[in-house]
Structure formats: structure tokens, C-alpha cells
């Protein structure tokens, strides 16, 4: 299948959900961050991109989209952050389906830690792909910031690429027939990795890849293509609830298939 360039809209998509609203790096430093405690530092929002900047250029790795590097949503109350850049990195062999993506999130209510993860986007339907942490988040302590979280965790991000890129080569040449692949959808559902009222949608999806039929999902009649057909749906869906899914589907195939990610 061709490599298809994604657009800045067809970026956009992957993190867009209800009571989220797109933010600027301008629009992160004129939010405001509450006062630190005795026992809790906030970390400012805008000083997560920044520190993900900063790493990447340290490591002489490059961003996709130098003149576009992040795709960020903030909550309406601006109170949770989450974002996700494309990168390069140099020796990780990535094909032409995929970008390395790195997602990250914060909160300034203590709802959730400070956190990066690693995962892809396919350039085939541009859903995003966030894989589980790599790193030990950043609980609400006082003075651990993004640089020293995510420098630990970016330390680890070229070998969990690799991982993921031969994790998502073996699930293309694994074949399924119709009845077992609207079987796995079923069992995403049944394992919260694929919202109910998406199963109808992921289903046509699979189905019409299965009749070579359906040009966002790739490699129809294998594990790949229903693996697609629910990832396909977490467009619809928040970054942060992307990650929750993904996380669940991954290990749901890990346990189907026998193919261990981690």
C-alpha cells in the first residue's frame, strides 16, 4: 500500500475527544499552575513539550514535523494536559506504516502522575498506537521535574521502539479468517480495550479489509488487520483514553496470540 502523508488535520484526530480542546506551547505558558505544597509541585504543562524538546535534541534524534513537533489537548477547566509528538530515531527501523510516537501527560490536580510513554501512529489510517509506561512515573513528590522523569524513561525508548515495530511485523503474518477475527473484536470489547458502541464500526472495518475492500486498514485476513480495525476506533477518543485501550488490546493479544510486547 502506498505511504500516505498525514495531514495536519489527520494528526489532529488522534488526540481530540469530548472536553478536551487543542493547546499551543503559547497557550501552555500563559496557563497558570497552582502553588506548590509541603508535599506536591505542580509541573507547569508547558514545561513537559519543553523537557520532550530538549531530550530529543540532546539524543540527536529529530522530530517529523520540526515546524509542527507536537499535537497537545488540555482539558476545558485546563486542569489535565496530554500530548504527542512523531519522532525519529536513529538505528530503530521503522517501516513505511509507521511513525515512533511519543505521548506524555499531566495534571495539576493530582488525578494523574506525570508520564511519558512510547507507542506509533499508522500512517495507513492515522490512529495512534500508545503502548504501556516505560518509566517509572513521577508520583506528586517534590523536586523530581520532566527532565529528570522523562530522562530515565528516554533512556529505554529506542530498544521499546524496536520492540513494537517486530511486535507489529509478527501480528501482519499471522492469518485469521472472518470468524476469528470478529471473535478477537468481541473479546476486545469483553476486555474494555474496545467500546461497545464501536464494535459495529471495528467489525465493517475488519470485514471490508478481509475482502481487500477497505484502504485505511492494512494486510487484511490477519491479526494485524483486526488489531487495526480496533485502533481504527480510538480516533474517536481521547489520547488519554487511547492509552487505556491500547494498553488492554495489546495484552489481550498477548495472551490470544502468544506474541509478548514487553
Not at 515546524?67 to 530515531?89: A, L
Not at 530498544?159 to 479468517?177: E, H
Request: proline fraction near 4%.
Amino acid at each position: 500500500m502506498e505511504n500516505q502523508v498525514a495531514t495536519k488535520e489527520a494528526r489532529a484526530t488522534t488526540i481530540k475527544g469530548s472536553g478536551v480542546k487543542p493547546a499551543t506551547l503559547e497557550e501552555l505558558m500563559a496557563m497558570s499552575t497552582p502553588e506548590p505544597s509541603k508535599t506536591w509541585t505542580p509541573v507547569a504543562h508547558v514545561a513537559v513539550p519543553e523537557a520532550v524538546e530538549r531530550l530529543v535534541a540532546d539524543r540527536k534524534w529529530s522530530f517529523v514535523d520540526p515546524d509542527n513537533k507536537f499535537d497537545i489537548v488540555v482539558t476545558q477547566d485546563e486542569v489535565k494536559m496530554f500530548g504527542v509528538t512523531k519522532v525519529i530515531i536513529p538505528g530503530v527501523e521503522v517501516d513505511h506504516e509507521f511513525q515512533m510516537a511519543i505521548g506524555f501527560r499531566n495534571s495539576h490536580d493530582k488525578s494523574i502522575a506525570l508520564r511519558v510513554s512510547v507507542g506509533v501512529e499508522v500512517m495507513v489510517c492515522y490512529n495512534m498506537i500508545i503502548t504501556g509506561d516505560i518509566q517509572v512515573r513521577r508520583e506528586h513528590t517534590l523536586n523530581i521535574g520532566p527532565l529528570e522523569t522523562f530522562g530515565r524513561a528516554f533512556d529505554l525508548i529506542p530498544d521499546a521502539a524496536s520492540r513494537l515495530t517486530r511486535w507489529f511485523g509478527d501480528l501482519r503474518n499471522v492469518r485469521i479468517s472472518e470468524a476469528e477475527g470478529v471473535a478477537m473484536l468481541a473479546d476486545a470489547v469483553e476486555a474494555d480495550a474496545l467500546p461497545i458502541v464501536d464494535f459495529m464500526a471495528a467489525r465493517d472495518s475488519f470485514l471490508t479489509a478481509y475482502a481487500n475492500a477497505n484502504p485505511l486498514v492494512a494486510h487484511g485476513g490477519t491479526v494485524w488487520s483486526a488489531y487495526q480495525a480496533v485502533t481504527e476506533q480510538f480516533k474517536k477518543h481521547s489520547l488519554y483514553r487511547t492509552q487505556a485501550y491500547s494498553t488492554k488490546l495489546n495484552a489481550l493479544v498477548d495472551n490470544k496470540f502468544g506474541f509478548m510486547l514487553n
